[in-house]
């Protein structure tokens, strides 16, 4: 067996104890004689493991008692689309920032059910920039005001949260969640897929300030109801059992591992070390976002030639760097490096990227 080191944007790397322990707990969670994915999940085993899951989650991201959590399918589109339904009126206004391929999903999927006004749009820049905050054009009656934490893709990240006074902060954290400290209380919901950063595709989580999930929102199925969705305890019908246990344990291990100052710490080294080898290449390798709102968990970068595209991913495969394709939307290179992502795996990336270059430059 050889494990490469993975640099894929979602599903991504997840920590080998954490597969190493699904493995031994494949064929029987502790002895309860079946497989956590075969046991109801009205039963005490996965009951224990959701309150575990749920439990270490709070400790993991300091969430405020007053604030819920929610365990979902469906991913962060579904969260996208239910937002408006949730949390705004038939026909107000909800503001949207939109940086980058995920902003624009965020606005996509509520434009049936608000009046969704695009406060900024980084989209004549390529996104590679945030809109200052003093540019916005933000409305005063706005629901919430939307904004994409870490654009995966485009590779820029928000540094600083932006005020937003009365009106709700709503942040799509699918790609940065738990990779540094935060102050969630300065947002009324924060939410993500799971697969960047908390573990397996099929389940995503919404955290969400319990007043902000007073409001009457509009008409909808209960099962598109966070309300209901938090008094069934995120099991109104049956969750994604298997996907919630890999979650638990990959949050386990974060909090084994030191928290998310302890992974702040090794994101900043780590995207400083791919960073570098860009900015010192000469221009062999490019990276265009402003400086100061770079992504530390997604580095898109381009080669000085797009013919050298392909042997740069077949020589990186060979050496056991696999994954870094760009997104098809902006081609190039792309390096994933979400929490699960080793720091020998980044630098082991560095020493080929400036391998190559010496060979090709
Ligand atoms: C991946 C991603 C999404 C979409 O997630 P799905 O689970 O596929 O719906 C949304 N926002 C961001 C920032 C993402 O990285």
Do not use: C
């Not at 054009?137 to 919430?144: E, I, V």
């Not at 300065?186 to 908390?198: E, P, S």
């Not at 997104?327 to 990227?353: C, K, T, W």
């Amino acid at each position: 067996m050889s494990r490469a080191f993975n640099f894929s944007a979602g599903p991504a790397t997840l920590p080998e104890p954490v597969l190493r322990q699904a493995q031994a707990e494949m064929l029987e969670f502790g002895n309860a004689g079946a497989s956590i994915v075969e046991l109801s999940h009205r039963g005490p085993e996965f009951i224990a493991v959701a309150q575990q899951t749920e439990a270490d989650l709070r400790k993991l991201l300091s969430i405020p008692d007053d604030y819920a959590v929610i365990f979902t399918s469906g991913g962060a589109t579904t969260i996208q689309a239910l937002l408006p339904l949730n949390f705004a009126e038939a026909g107000q206004a909800a503001d949207y920032v939109v940086t980058g391929h995920w902003g624009k999903t965020a606005l996509k999927q509520a434009k049936p059910y608000v009046a969704a006004n695009v406060a900024a749009n980084g989209e004549a820049g390529g996104y590679r920039s945030i809109p200052a905050r003093g540019e916005w054009h933000l409305s005063p009656d706005a629901a919430y005001v939307h904004i994409t934490a870490n654009e995966t893709i485009h590779g820029v990240e928000f540094r600083d949260i932006p005020e937003t006074g009365k009106v709700p902060l709503v942040g799509d954290f699918s790609s940065s969640i738990a990779s540094e400290p935060l102050d969630i209380r300065k947002f009324g919901a924060i939410y993500a897929g799971a697969q960047k950063n908390l573990g397996p595709v099929g389940i995503s989580v919404l955290i969400v300030d319990r007043e902000l999930l007073e409001r009457a929102g509009q008409p909808r199925a209960d099962i598109f109801d966070y309300r209901s969705q938090l008094k069934a305890e995120s099991m109104l019908n049956t969750p994604p059992s298997w996907n919630w246990y890999m979650l638990g344990l990959t949050v386990k291990w974060m909090l084994d591992e030191g928290g998310v100052a302890e992974f702040a710490a090794r994101n900043a080294r780590k995207a400083a070390v791919l960073y570098d080898v860009i900015d010192k290449s000469g221009g062999f390798y490019r990276n265009e976002v402003e400086a100061a709102v770079r992504s530390r968990m997604n580095v898109p970068f381009f080669l000085f030639d797009e013919a050298l595209d392909k042997p740069f991913l077949k020589e990186a495969a060979a050496a056991g760097l696999i994954s870094l394709k760009g997104h098809r939307a902006l081609g190039g290179m792309r390096a994933s490096i979400y929490n699960a992502m080793p720091e020998a795996g980044v630098q082991a990336l560095a020493d080929f990227m400036k391998d190559f270059q010496a060979r090709n430059g």
